[in-house]
């Protein structure tokens, strides 16, 4: 409907915490207008400033990047190390997720955080005892079940990147062969961050960037073959001095806040606290439980 000199409405956005409100103001003076497609055209964009602002509360705010601790965002109904984990931090943006490597009786990489089964199915054996014929029939009341690590892998293809938490004791090259040929394979392999052991320390150096303190990061640099591409700085205690050190040597730092180091009932106050400290340090990135993402949004 084409009109004249009609009264075109105004709108105004008014934005407080978590809502969004907007009001019709008129106005004198248009001719010509289609009113129809302007009323349209004005609810779009309400619609899609609200979806903006509706983001911005869940999403992690983009000066920092996070890694899910324990295989993704875990909760009442999701175990740690589950696809249905994996998958809620793939969705909600997260830079890489860690991943906690075992291997069963019949030498199949597999993800797993506990040495035994029984926190997980109630069943006190070790994962290195079963074969993955019978482990791969394991079931919860939340219906999880242990993933094979290429089963992980192939998700974070093109999605997340991967921190790898190597369970594993000893020094079996075959086995760590097997790990680097399975993160080449989905494109996982240039990027990869471990938390190694010290039997295989010496066989991963330059070839999957390792976790160290300050002090081994100032040991290692004595090294002939020192290249800080090979290590990050990963800590819960890194002060300005650390991270700005770090920077200046070209090492990447990651911060920690993980549920397992606070007690008591000031838990959420002591990891706010945690957070604030290393966000003050100028950390940027950080591997934390999913428990503590919302202090990591705008």
Known sequence: MIVNHIQRPLLILHGKKNVTTFKVVPTLGIKHYNMKKYIVSILFGYLLLAGI???????????????????GIVDSTTDQNSLQ???????????MVEIDMRMTKDSVLVTHHDKTFKNSFGLDSAVSSMTWQNISKLRNANGYRVLKLEEVLQQCKGKL??????????????????LISLLKKYDLYSNALMIGTDESTEFFTGKIRLSCTRQQLEDNMRRDDYKSSSYYLFSDKISKDDNDWAGSHNILVIGVINAWAFHGSETTSLATAQAERLKAA?????????QYASLFVH
């Open 282 to 290: 100028g950390v940027k990135h950080f591997q934390i439980d999913s």
């Open 85 to 95: 984990a994996l998958t809620k931090a793939i969705a909600k943006g997260y830079w």
């Open 53 to 71: 602002h509706s983001n911005a509360q869940s999403a992690p705010a983009k000066s920092f990047r996070l890694i899910a601790h324990r295989g």
């Open 161 to 178: 990147g991967v921190m790898i938490d190597n369970k594993l004791s000893g020094n079996d090259t075959a086995v760590w062969m097997q």
